[in-house]
């Protein structure tokens, strides 16, 4: 299952999944784009492994990361109870 957690000013939307058994989270990066449908990412915490990088550049994977570092600890929390609406009762 993946957990909506946050939209940013380009219009990139940032999800998670649930945190697996080996203790990981799946960090899935989006944003339409008229020529490729999605560009698209993906991010493993705890340790920053990227994946499947498609249409985005080295300087916007570079802010993403930096997006993930500072809200890290939120995503891994959210991710053991639900996502954010669970988390915060709503």
């Not at 008229?34 to 991010?43: D, S």
């Not at 993930?68 to 891994?76: D, F, P, R, W």
Request: net charge negative; with cysteine.
């Amino acid at each position: 299952m993946m957990y909506p957690f946050i939209t940013l000013d380009d219009n990139t939307e940032i999800v998670h999944s649930e945190m697996r058994p080996d203790g990981t989270v799946k960090v899935y990066m989006e944003r339409p784009d008229e020529k490729l449908g999605f560009r698209h990412a993906t991010c493993y915490l705890p340790g920053y492994r990227w994946e499947d990088i498609a249409g985005f550049t080295d300087q916007e994977i570079a802010r993403y990361q930096e997006v993930i570092e500072s809200t890290a600890h939120l995503i891994l929390q959210f991710s053991q109870e639900g996502g954010f609406d669970n988390a915060a009762n709503l």
